[in-house]
């Protein structure tokens, strides 16, 4: 299935441990270039700085959050609109879009550092480090779990000081919804997982992996084998990017523009194939 050429709407969807403000500076980027930009929340998470506050003084709207309500939220959102959209997403924003663009909805997606859907056995080390303050617990699989500050830069930030990923901290992290978390971590132990999604599906749109070199929590392994299984097995269109030493902020690092302009340019003129050997 080809995009839709002249899409005029771009939706950013967060990841965990984040809100829609983590899109701010993407928001007026897209919007410069002439687009309509919408940057939806998942249920109970309102957008900018308010929202922040408000999930830190109460996260309960988080606890017992799942994968399903959530991808329902998102697809009455994009399927209310008039015409499909470039669907983006960061982190597990990415396994949204991959399960919506799996579900028909988008003319392109492109996922961006994404979290893994169920198939891909990718489980780096540092991926097992960034999530175990979670995991660990099984009593969290109901609960928002917080992140702590130095978690976070390990996790997110790792290219910058101790002292701008606290900034970066400080503005846009909230606790995550634990069952989110374990539902993605186990979902190739799972049954009709949630984050179960069809490599061979012909009919999807086209979709974009991007991965960061210097990604600690979901670094190039998952965005690679995720690409693979989705081109060998459909005839859709499918293409990787790697930015090396980028982190997992990606999307607030210097040099963030270089990832959103490739990203859009993409979505408007999809090519299949790994992107570093074009």
């Avoid at 701010?24 to 998470?45: D, N, S």
Wanted: proline residues 7%; contains cysteine.
């Amino acid at each position: 299935m080809k995009p839709e050429m002249h899409a005029d709407t771009v939706v950013l969807i967060h990841g965990l441990w984040m809100t829609p403000l983590s899109w701010e500076h993407w928001v007026v980027h897209y919007e410069k270039r002439g687009f309509r930009v919408i940057a939806p929340g998942y249920p109970g998470i309102e957008p900018g700085e308010e929202g922040v506050e408000a999930l830190r003084r109460d996260p309960s709207p988080l606890a017992g959050l799942g994968v399903r309500e959530v991808f329902d939220h998102l697809a009455g959102i994009v399927g209310a609109l008039d015409t499909k959209p470039v669907i983006m997403g960061h982190s597990f924003g990415g396994t949204f879009v991959q399960l919506l663009l799996d579900a028909g909805f988008g003319a392109a997606g492109i996922s961006i550092d994404g979290a893994a859907v169920k198939g891909v056995m990718a489980l780096p080390f540092s991926e097992i480090k960034a999530t175990f303050p979670v995991l660990r617990n099984p009593a969290n699989l109901r609960r928002a779990v917080p992140i702590t500050a130095k978690d976070f830069h390990y996790a997110f930030t790792n290219n910058l000081s101790i002292e701008e990923s606290k900034a970066v901290y400080d503005r846009y992290a909230v606790p995550v919804s634990g069952r989110i978390l374990f539902q993605g971590g186990l979902a190739n132990f799972t049954p009709n997982a949630s984050t179960t999604c069809n490599f061979a599906n012909d009919d999807r749109a086209p979709l974009l992996f991007i991965a960061g070199g210097n990604d600690h929590i979901l670094p190039p392994a998952v965005q690679r084998e995720n690409f693979e299984k989705n081109a060998r097995r459909s005839q859709a269109v499918t293409a990787y990017k790697l930015f090396p030493g980028r982190s997992h902020y990606t999307c607030g690092e210097h040099g963030w523009e270089q990832v959103a302009d490739l990203a859009l340019d993409w979505a408007l003129a999809p090519v299949a194939g790994n992107l570093d050997q074009v």
